[in-house]
């Protein structure tokens, strides 16, 4: 069976002329969409989409890709659902025309085929492709004048936070959630009612609708929580006994032994032994390394907005063009994990479209990362914020000179001491101790000097502060703002909340976000030449 070719008429019917009319002032994407699917999605771009089925072979959709493709498009623009896209389909004009169904009343797609199509785009990367797609057809029309733009490429990177969509709990109620969901499991393996294994299985916590409730404790007394943390931890205890012998082989495969090991993972992460003794549990002091917050999505993670504002979920990035303002490539990080962690994977991408970053913009959050030395050797450039050395009331390495090329330091006082990149520069102690700047420098004890540390890339450092030092360097610090307002954009777009759960099935919202981002962007570029005005 051959894929069927989405073929939208070319001409403009009476209608979609007075639709396109009416559409000149909000929701303005529709007109592009409309006016654009032809060259968005032309043959060979279409022929691309259909190898996502060619790899299985199998299931093949009746409904052309490049028409879902669009949907998938439409439902990022206005933020709805798959059951809302069915629906808008039949019932809302807009969609009708862009998807060339005006005066159908059946939808041309079912919900099932478009999270289908969803699933699809996502194993074969194919939302990279589409995110590409919008940069190839950027180029193609007369949004930008190519030749006056820089040939070299500049961009800049950043992130933000997305909240994820998983529900976080306290560790009392993460634990009976986790637990919940395996005795909900084992009742359905067994045809039992839940309530009928809560109980063989001696976690009778489980029966009222809230665990606090059952523990029905004074949860202001540090004690009566330890008791309650105990109680549960007993009786969850008791339910992996009973299923190791009510359920020996479910228990080591699916999808029990997914619900088990997740309960396993919280309880490592959130228990430990009462050091008061006894055999006891206890809530761990302290929070885990990678702890994981929500039961219904295991890579969300805690994260920092900022020293003292913190959130659950991811972190999105984008890797954006400062000559253009098109996004070129997304990653998205469970919130925890540095910047730097998502640097390869966007150069990766941009790579892909075989482009070279000449210049780099990021914040300090990438700077670490092997993508920043890898531009430089590469003969690019980055362009950000040094960091301020700071050492309280005392000399800070800002006050000491430090030659690269005779890999030296010298200190107010003007003694000079040998570097190595990495490495901690010891001043002698003989020398301190008799030094009259001794108290302005360093609180050392009587027979030690003051160090400086020199870092690995003390030579980006070093340009990096000559940079902030000019007001042309300055400048230049502040073009990456560009992709601070895109990041800000692309939130407003998608939300507070993510609305997929996992690092995957959010990428591909961002990547799509993102795409919509470039039409609307190359469409006001439009705009502002002379593009509608002779359409007009
Ligand atoms: S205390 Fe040591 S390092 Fe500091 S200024 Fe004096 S000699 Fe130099």
Redesign the pocket.
Known sequence: MSIERWQPRQGYTRQEEVLLRRLRRTKKLFAFLRDSRHELFDDLFQAELETMYRDTGAGIEAVPPALLAMVVLMQSYLGVSDAEAVELSVVDLRWQMVLDRLGYDEPPFAQGTLAGFRERLIRSDMDRRLLERTVEFAKRTRAFDWRKLPKQLRVAVDSSPLEGAGRVEDTINLLAHAARKVVMCAADLLGWPVEKVALAAGIPVLLEESVKKALDLEWSDPRAKTQAVARLARQIDSLEAWLRLRLPEEISKPPLQGHVETLEQIRRQDLEPDPSGGGGTRIREGVAVDRRVSVEDSEMRHGRKSKNKLFNGYKRHVAMDLDTDLILACAVTPANRPDEEAAPALKGDIERQERRIQELHCDRGYIVSKVVSEVVDDGGEVVCKPWVPRNGKL?SKAD?KINLRNMTVT?????VVRIELGANAE??GD??MS????A???TAAPGN??TVAISEDERLQQRLRKLGATVRGRERLRERVAVEHSLAHLGRRQGRRARYRGTRKNLFDVRRAAAVQNLETVQRRLMESDYYRNAA
């Open positions: 000399f000491f200190c107010p006082a003007g003694e001043f002698s020398a301190c030094c009259p700047l001794r302005q420098c360093t000097g003051r």
